[in-house]
């Protein structure tokens, strides 16, 4: 019955959403009225459009939001005869909790576990299940840990609170569509902005109580040590995860390479990290609340399991991937179900490493090699250019660029450290050594023997004609060819680029553009469309390519091509970009341009500043 009442509490909250649409449009109707007998009907018509415009809004998010339907997550169904320990678990679970047992398990990619139910009649009657388990659970945690993790989402389908689940999504994604399509100037806007705080706050407070709820069921069925211990893991889990993924997948990923077992990787990295994850796991957890969270702080839960009554149930410290036959297996055909390889070249782990490193440490020997090139006017830039300005007694003059703080002396000698990036990305191209997959610590470079190989001494070496053939001679002993080390992306690219602004209706050499602020160069985009829509135009441009692809289809102007930048007005921005080869690109900010992000101006100027330094 208690779900039944909140069922109805979330009905009558959206319904209420409406009925304060109704009554504004009942306001602006009244207001028409007015206006028209006290003025004429030119300035009505002016005034009622924005209003008349935002209440449309309404009714768009509403017919959207009924029409979507809530369809399971991508995920890998375990079938009963490929998992039956799995299933046997969970109906034990879901019978111990008095609650039917999920017509479907799916193993998903994030350190987390769900439940889901497609209900009908706004959630009072029940309808198919599904049980989502993340495959990083499994390969992490203990088998009483798991149980307790399953109880607690079992435990809430026996509180019937998966039966809100179609009513709360629905009610979301009218609030958000109607927000996302009023403007925000509309003064009607700022009405419905509020009652969708206010929605949102008791919604996330509801949810917050049945998490509550749930953890009931978790100590009752698993104990209080594995229910706690479960949780203190969970943070530590989606640290090592987002770890792995951004210090092992990710530079790889953008090189266009992929691996070819995720999971595998990821149990690897377990097993070699296992003491700092255990850290991890016995720091202090969070018990700071906030009324928009969903889940009440972790800290937060284990006081309140510490208050529970527990079953008498005994400690099951065995993996809990034993419970799946083949978790290899079930990894590998996750990971093509949910990860969209397009055109990326698959490689095994120790090959997707070497390749990763090497295509990033290319990205940055490309960087000096093209700074070279447009210093000694060549063409085909790489180690051989910058060997030759050493010997010139060159080097300083060139090195300045890198080192602004430095006389020519200084930046010579500073330039050790670039000079190696250029050494191993000629060693890696004479294939004489490679990169080395590590799991619990930083790739090793390494010779053909295996041997590590450091070639700092040997670039301190090469920055000094005194000591240039010293250097040469070791390189030619190692098997090291300089000539073989060019430039491989002739003009800097978009590639792995972040974007830290945009600022729609800006004139670039008087011609009105859209921009793009990355944290490698620009992207002008010509001939945008209307000024009235610049926000909502950002949003849809950076929501339909990658930011690469960006910057391939419109010009792309990368920062290591200009020289200096003139600032004469910072608000709004209007300066001068001096290039390479003497062109200027006049950029100015026009007062009616707008915005995406609140520092995309002072983002701006501070890359035109960093410029200037």
Known sequence: MAATYRALASVVMLIGFYVVALLQLAAVAALGVWLYRHTNGLVTSKLLLPLVIALGAVAVGLWRAIRTRNEPAPGLVLDEREAPQVWATVRE???AVGTRAPDEIRLVPEVNAAVGEQSRLLGLIGGRRTLYVGLPLLQAMRIDQLRSV????LGHYSGKHT?????AYRGRLAIEGTIERIKPRNPIGLVFKGYARLYLMVDNAASRRQELEADRASVQLAGHDAATSALRSLPALDAAWNFFMGRYVQ?????????????????QLLQARREEIDKLRQEAPDREPSRWDTHPPIGVRIDAMAQLPAGSVATDDRPAYTLLADVPGAGRRLQG???DHGDRQVLPWAEFTHAAIA????RQADGIYRAAGRFTGTAQPGLPTILDLVRAGRLGEFAEQFFGDATRREAAVRFAGPMETVLVNAAVRAQQARWQLSWSGPATFAGTGGEPLD????AKLAVSAQTLDEAMARLTKLGIDPTGATVVQQRATADDADVIGAIANVKVDGVQHDLLVLDRGLILVAGPGKTSAGEKRLKALLGSAPVAKLASAHTFLPYEEVVSVAVTREIPVKAELTLHGGRVVALQELYGSELLGKQSRDNL?????????
């Open 359 to 362: 295509a990033e440490v290319q």
């Open 251 to 267: 530079s790889g990923w953008q090189a266009g390479l992929a691996p070819d077992d995720l999971f595998g990787g990821f149990a």
């Open 150 to 153: 399953l109880a607690h989402e």
């Open 337 to 339: 179900l949910v990860v």
């Open 605 to 613: 100027l501070q890359v035109f500043s960093q410029i200037n330094e």
């Open 163 to 167: 039966r809100l689940g179609g009513v």
């Open 455 to 458: 070639l700092a001494e040997i």
């Open 93 to 95: 679970l879901a019978t």
